[in-house]
């Protein structure tokens, strides 16, 4: 079949099928367009994770707005006229701007204590920062010891203060969220009926239409932000924070290593191609693979909407490398056959070096494929779009590389190498090693697999959201900044449920009081439900005991809650607390505009509810996410007596957690998936248990060392280090198949082990040396990205790499030679 | 027979003059009262300890402070307290209202009061009023019905929150949570039992 394809077919007539080839190539190429990339939090989550549903909606009730924090630092004190009048100047400018709704600095909120005055007075004649009389050392205390405003506006030494930059809501945004989740909920019970199938796919893509449009004009705000904050640098140094802010940034970041990974990685290819076959062709070739797959791979991804996260973002890079080690044996094993016979003509040699390739090759990259599927696994949305993302990919590239690259070249004159053996000495040194230190390399090997082992168990899965960033972005700055002096970065719900009214249609129990008494009574009874009156003492005092037990756990930063208001109306009170007729008018009195910002966040009388919003110090380094949400749990129910079911936990810290705590058994999951598809395609490949039992231990020692790095060094398991064992195996193992593949042909030669060893490292060896070399070095540009897991990936594939290499140039084939998996050596 | 039927009608009609007319009588009956205090306030030459005396003898026959002690504990509390403590619950709870009353009778300053149309449902009379003062607006409404000893208050709302049914869910709250004796003990000593009519010109800057 293959035979006749090559033959009579792609060799036959190269120059249709380059451009039927070309012109489909062109076709997905033009979809590329479409490629998108997504950076949103909830990237960063698990697919289905019931608190995702929660918390959700938990921000449908309580409101949720989208703004950015700027972090000021002023070069001078705080309050001093040049200061406050620099930051007047920062928010008018801010405010001047179109996609800015308003700005809340400390110049502009209400000042209730300086002096302190009755709620009738401080009602009808608001004093702020601007106000001409106003009392600043007064001001100053206030800031330092309000409850709402401390570790909110200002830093509790004032040696920062952070401006609030509301972006306007986006209503049909929302809208759309909420109906495309609902369905999507929906689906997951049921099956949709196709009206509700269509208006789905129909909210999908208005859904993607407005949110890129939202983009775009995100992005033009953060970039009219930062140009006035920049005309402020002089006199303070200034941060930008925020979730839209973050997500720019993240996109910013992922479209960088998209295309200096994905030229740079190229330009280094080239180099190594050029070092190694010294021939323009050699370059030219794989170079043209390697572009024409990655280009086909986006169309695909366009056509199907996959979107590019932070986990994928160096999919062009690894597609490339990947893409270039099958091209690179290729042209080995055509110069190997050109110097072995050069009076061949063009064609029989290129048919020769496909047809001999087509086994090895495609299943070095069924195994790859098997690495990256296993990702599938695992729950995290963007792990799992990476693995399809990838397997499509390099499914791509054997198609491709096995049809452009023999099209071409049949194509090419036929060109001797003037040096026929590439040597390296180092592939001689490791078979004479093999050869002469059997019994190091195993225990050497056993030694580096329970030292691996060992440090495997010391894996940890903690690590907070800013170490993902180098320490010179901004992000990082900025997030430091808003952890350490303004209430910690990462938000957590903590949602309490009190008691519901009793139905008004429940007939009280009790006697008669008599007569109209009845009567009045059932007239009280009927309205006891109704909101102003939900607000008892008893609720409101246990209110205070959660917000004082959440604001006293060393992790937590500004805890914001109905207890704050209760705290405030206590300290206006003449430290009286507020009682139930005054919480009951202000809940009924209340303007609109001050109830949403005071009472809705943080209380939803209708389903009993009351919500603490608290912020984690997520750069805390003894933070131990999981332990804290357990005690929090625990306490809330041990210490502070509420039963179980009615504490609920919510928010990113929450939902960060618990991608976290799934990474271990993603980890083993995918591992253990990728060694059992391996063992079974080796069974299939070499037809022999032991071979394939030999043909894994190599991998498992490389995976095994890597991860074992990990748990010595202290490199956490995140989304994407995580991703770094099933992948490095499944790239590793390519060397494996191409060892064994060759062993096996030249066993069968003289039946000698030893010399079919060294027979093997001075072919095979070569091309594996060299792809390997490529690999890694294709991976270490990664260490120039911005995002510190990135960082890890490209060294750490970059060591199991180097470790499978020597593995399989010295492990394997002792392995090998000891166990005899081919038959007794014939004398 | 059509007769005998159109004659009793007739006394039954005759016989109910009071409930015809009762949204007047009580509107009338309710600013007579709050005219009295209205200016008693306003006379500065008279001693407060006395001028609160005098207060407490115009309004004190229109509110009817045993029933309302009743319906803050409603029939699903009261009838579980022994006699003796019910009344001493009731006189508790009469001294709570009345100080709180009195406690803010010195943040009169000028205040116009308006009364609206009083709406009867029953044997009971909701009279509207509107306190006005300097650019803000507050709604009152006092709640009568008609007992054996003529038109009294069983309830006041004001801003839209009733003082009988706060106290209900406060009271309600406390049982739950303690006794009867826990929640007579507060109400001897704990301020926060205390309702502050007086807050609602405070706390409502409409």
């Given at each position: ?7 009579r077919?792609l ?20 979809e590329?367009r479409?490629?998108?990339?997504d ?12 608190d995702?549903?929660f ?11 989208d ?6 630092v ?5 309050f ?15 405010k001047?701007l ?5 700005v809340?600095?400390?110049l502009?909120v209400?000042?209730l ?18 106000s001409?009389?106003?009392d ?18 200002v ?5 920062t203060?952070?401006l609030?930059?509301n ?16 369905l999507h909920?929906?689906?997951?019970t049921?099956e949709?009926?196709?009206a509700?199938s ?8 208005r859904?993607?239409?407005?949110r890129?449009?939202?983009?775009a ?17 002089e006199?303070?140094?200034?941060f930008?924070g ?13 479209k ?9 990685v ?78 061949a ?22 195994t ?5 599927s296993?990702?599938i ?9 990476f ?16 049809l ?17 053996v590439i ?5 001689g ?27 495997a168990?010391r ?10 960033f ?17 209430g ?46 939900w ?15 959440l604001d ?12 704050t208001m ?12 507020l009682?139930?007729f005054e919480l ?10 001050y109830?949403?910002?005071?009472l ?7 389903y009993?509810?009351?919500?603490f919003a ?9 933070l ?19 039963e ?5 936990l919510?928010?990113l ?8 705590q799934?990474?271990?058994s ?5 591992l ?22 030999i ?22 398991l995140?989304?994407?280090t ?10 590793a ?5 191409h060892?064994?593949?060759r062993f ?9 082990y ?10 095979i ?20 990205s911005n995002?510190i ?19 399989a ?13 081919f038959?007794?050596?014939?004398k | ?24 009588e009580?509107?009338e ?16 030459t ?12 115009i ?8 029933t ?9 509390h009261?009838?579980?307290l022994?006699q ?15 100080a709180?009353?009195l ?21 009971k009379v ?12 507050i ?6 019905y ?19 049914q706060?106290?209900r ?5 406390a049982?739950?949570?303690?006794t009867?004796?826990d929640?007579l ?19 409502s800057?409409?």
């Amino acid at each position: 079949m293959l035979r006749f394809f090559y033959d009579r077919l792609l060799l036959a007539y190269p120059k249709s099928c380059l451009l039927v080839i070309l012109l489909v190539v062109a076709v997905l190429g033009y979809e590329a367009r479409k490629l998108e990339i997504d950076a949103s939090a909830e990237t960063l989550i698990l697919e289905d994770d019931k608190d995702l549903q929660f918390t959700r909606q938990v921000s449908t009730r309580y409101g949720s707005s989208d703004f950015l924090v700027i972090s000021y630092v002023p070069h001078d004190d705080l309050f001093s006229d040049k200061v406050l009048t620099d930051l007047a100047q920062l928010r008018d400018e801010l405010k001047a701007l179109d996609g800015v709704e308003s700005v809340i600095s400390i110049l502009d909120v209400p000042l209730l204590e300086s002096p302190p005055r009755p709620i009738k007075e401080l009602v009808s004649d608001v004093t702020t920062l601007e106000s001409p009389k106003v009392d600043r050392e007064l001001a100053r205390k206030e800031f330092q010891n309000s409850p709402i405003y401390r570790n909110l506006l200002v830093s509790p030494d004032l040696s920062t203060t952070a401006l609030q930059v509301n972006l306007p809501e986006d209503p049909l945004f929302k809208e759309l969220l909420e109906r495309r989740n609902e369905l999507h909920k929906q689906s997951e019970t049921r099956e949709l009926t196709i009206a509700e199938s269509a208006e789905l796919s129909d909210i999908e893509s208005r859904f993607k239409t407005h949110r890129d449009m939202m983009r775009a004009d995100q992005h033009r705000n953060i970039t009219e932000v930062r140009a006035v904050m920049d005309g402020h640098r002089e006199s303070a140094d200034l941060f930008l924070g925020g979730v839209s802010m973050v997500a720019d940034d993240l996109i910013t970041f992922i479209k960088a290593d998209l295309k200096i990974f994905g030229l740079g990685v190229l330009c280094l290819l080239a180099l190594t191609l050029w070092l190694i076959f010294g021939q323009l062709q050699w370059v030219f070739l794989p170079l043209l693979c390697s572009v024409l797959s990655v280009v086909t791979t986006c169309g695909l991804l366009g056509t199907f909407g996959w979107e590019v996260t932070v986990i994928s973002s160096n999919f062009i890079s690894l597609q490339l490398i990947i893409t270039m080690a099958v091209t690179i044996h290729l042209v080995v094993r055509y110069r190997e056959l050109i110097c072995k016979s050069p009076e061949a003509d063009q064609r029989q040699l290129v048919f020769e070096t496909a047809l001999s390739m087509v086994k090895p090759c495609s299943f070095a990259v069924l195994t790859t494929v098997a690495g990256f599927s296993s990702l599938i696994l695992c729950n995290i949305l963007p792990v799992i779009t990476f693995g399809w993302m990838m397997s499509a990919g390099i499914t791509v590239s054997l198609l491709l590389t096995f049809l452009l690259f023999p099209a071409l070249l049949v194509l090419m004159p036929k060109r001797v190498p003037t040096i026929c053996v590439i040597s390296s000495s180092i592939t001689g040194v490791l078979a004479q090693f093999t050869e002469k230190r059997g019994r190091m390399i195993l225990v050497l090997s056993s030694l580096l697999l329970i030292g691996g082992a060992v440090g495997a168990s010391r894996l940890m899965v903690e690590n907070s959201f800013i170490d993902y960033f180098r320490k010179s972005t901004e992000l990082y700055q900025g997030m430091k900044v808003i952890d350490e002096q303004l209430g910690g970065t990462t938000p957590l719900d903590v949602l309490v449920d009190f008691e519901m009214e009793e139905t008004p249609l429940e007939e009280v129990s009790g006697e008669e009081l008599g007569g109209l008494l009845d009567e009045l009574d059932a007239e009280f009874e009927a309205e006891k439900g109704a909101a102003q009156y939900w607000f008892t003492a008893q609720r409101m005092e246990r209110v205070e005991v959660v917000h004082d037990y959440l604001d006293s756990l060393p992790e937590t930063g500004k805890v914001l809650s109905l207890g704050t208001m209760l705290k405030v109306g206590r300290r206006l009170n003449e430290g009286e607390d507020l009682d139930n007729f005054e919480l009951a008018l202000i809940y009924n009195e209340l303007p609109e505009i001050y109830r949403r910002i005071i009472l809705s966040p943080y209380v939803s009388v209708e389903y009993s509810q009351v919500r603490f919003a608290v912020r984690v110090r997520d750069s805390e380094k003894n933070l131990r996410r999981n332990e804290l949400l357990q005690t929090i749990q625990r306490d809330m129910t041990e210490k502070l007596g509420f039963e179980p079911g009615r504490v609920r936990l919510a928010g990113l810290l929450l939902l960060y957690n618990n991608m976290l705590q799934s990474l271990f058994s993603s980890q083993i999951q995918t591992l253990g998936a990728v060694v059992a598809a391996l063992i079974l395609m080796f069974l299939v490949l070499f037809r022999s248990l032991k071979v394939a039992l030999i043909a894994i231990f190599p991998n498992l020692l490389s995976v095994g060392t890597v991860l074992g790095f990990m748990g010595w060094t202290g490199i956490p398991l995140d989304m994407m280090t995580i991703t770094i064992a099933a992948i490095s195996v499944g790239i590793a193992v390519d060397d494996t198949i191409h060892y064994i593949h060759r062993f096996e042909r030249e066993f069968a030669v003289d039946g000698n082990y030893l010399a079919a060893m060294h027979r093997c490292h001075a072919s095979i060896g070569y091309a594996m040396y060299y792809t390997s070399i490529t690999i890694i070095i294709g991976f270490s540009i990664l260490i120039l990205s911005n995002f510190i897991p990135s960082i890890y990936f490209g060294l750490l594939t970059g060591l199991a790499m180097v470790i499978a290499l020597v593995a399989a140039l010295t492990l394997l084939p002792q392995l090998i030679i000891r166990l005899q998996p081919f038959g007794p050596e014939q004398k | 027979m059509r007769y005998l039927f159109s004659a009793i009608l007739c006394v039954l009609l005759l016989a109910s003059p009071t409930l015809a007319d009762a949204p007047n009588e009580v509107r009338e009956l309710l600013k007579v009262k709050i005219d009295a205090v209205v200016v008693l306030l306003q006379d500065k030459t008279i001693e407060k300890t006395h001028r609160n005396e005098r207060v407490l003898d115009i309004i004190s026959p229109i509110f009817d402070y045993p029933t309302m002690a009743k319906l803050s504990l409603g029939k699903k509390h009261w009838p579980t307290l022994s006699q003796e403590q019910q009344v001493l619950f009731s006189d508790l709870f009469h001294k709570r209202l009345q100080a709180s009353y009195l406690e803010k009778l010195d943040l009169y300053s000028d205040e116009e009061i308006l009364y609206g149309t009083a709406q009867a449902e029953g044997k009971k009379v909701h009279v509207p009023t509107t306190l006005v003062s300097k650019g803000s607006k507050i709604e009152m409404f006092y709640k009568f019905y008609r007992s054996a000893e003529g038109w009294k208050i069983y309830d006041v709302e004001i801003g839209g929150v009733s003082v009988i049914q706060t106290y209900r869910s406060q009271f309600d709250g406390a049982l739950s949570e303690g006794t009867i004796n826990d929640l007579l003990e507060k109400l001897r000593i704990d301020d926060t039992f205390v309702i502050d009519a007086a807050d609602v010109k405070e706390v409502s800057p409409k």
